[in-house]
T-cell receptor, first 113, second 118 residues
Framework: KQEVTQIPAALSVPEGENLVLNCSFTDSAIYNLQWFRQDPGKGLTSLLLIQSSQREQTSGRLNASLDKSSGRSTLYIAASQPGDSATYLCAFMNSGGYQKVTFGIGTKLQVIP | EPEVTQTPSHQVTQMGQEVILRCVPISNHLYFYWYRQILGQKVEFLVSFYNNEISEKSEIFDDQFSVERPDGSNFTLKIRSTKLEDSAMYFC????????????????FGEGSWLTVV
């Protein structure tokens, strides 16, 4: 059974800072990894998807990496802005049960102007 | 950009009542899902649906729950005899096809339906 952990649970940084959000997982037999953003009371917005065969993906100021051997993924946010304030969730689709995605509880990010 | 739409955005119901949550997945997608998030907890998988049948379900998805695709566009989640612990945000999602490119197996989520059981 896949277990997903996200540390820290909450993070507060000043605007302009580069930051890294961490996600760890227990089962390396994954199909893909997705990072989502969730604003309070809102739905989930897909930010980046990394296939099992890939090591990283980039979109604008966001870069996500995947290291299956260590069971870790990171989301790097460059030059953070107040609009980046949200909860960031990592989620894994496992091989074999590829319709089911297992989520971490998220890291709540606050970027202070 | 195409999106998954859900109705209602918020519903309050009395314990024991039946609730139907509705979703319109992205039009060319083939896989449909329901997830839920109890306040302060993780997003949890409930069920996936493909080719007009359930393809996978979690232990949460018991006989109280059912899903249906009544026509070519809607996808519904029915909760019979609601309980207080069913209070949660319910997310509908869809994807094109898990086996294809990242654009194919990216899962797109709706804005969610808040269900409050009183």
């Amino acid at each position: 059974k896949q277990e997903v952990t996200q540390i820290p649970a909450a993070l507060s940084v000043p605007e302009g800072e580069n930051l890294v959000l961490n996600c760890s997982f227990t089962d390396s037999a994954i199909y893909n990894l997705q990072w989502f953003r969730q604003d309070p009371g809102k739905g989930l917005t897909s930010l980046l998807l990394i296939q099992s065969s890939q090591r990283e993906q980039t979109s604008g100021r966001l870069n996500a990496s995947l290291d299956k051997s260590s069971g870790r993924s990171t989301l790097y946010i460059a030059a953070s802005q107040p609009g980046d304030s949200a909860t960031y969730l990592c989620a894994f689709m496992n091989s074999g049960g590829y319709q089911k995605v297992t989520f971490g509880i998220g890291t709540k990010l606050q970027v202070i102007p | 950009e195409p999106e998954v739409t859900q109705t209602p955005s918020h519903q309050v119901t009395q314990m024991g009542q039946e609730v139907i949550l509705r979703c319109v997945p992205i039009s060319n997608h083939l896989y449909f899902y329901w997830y839920r998030q109890i306040l302060g907890q993780k997003v949890e998988f409930l069920v996936s649906f493909y080719n007009n049948e359930i393809s996978e379900k979690s232990e949460i998805f018991d006989d109280q729950f059912s899903v249906e695709r009544p026509d070519g566009s809607n996808f519904t989640l029915k909760i019979r005899s609601t309980k207080l612990e069913d209070s949660a945000m319910y997310f509908c999602a869809s994807s094109l096809w898990p086996g294809q490119s990242p654009a194919g197996n990216t899962i797109y989520f709706g804005e969610g339906s808040w269900l409050t059981v009183v």
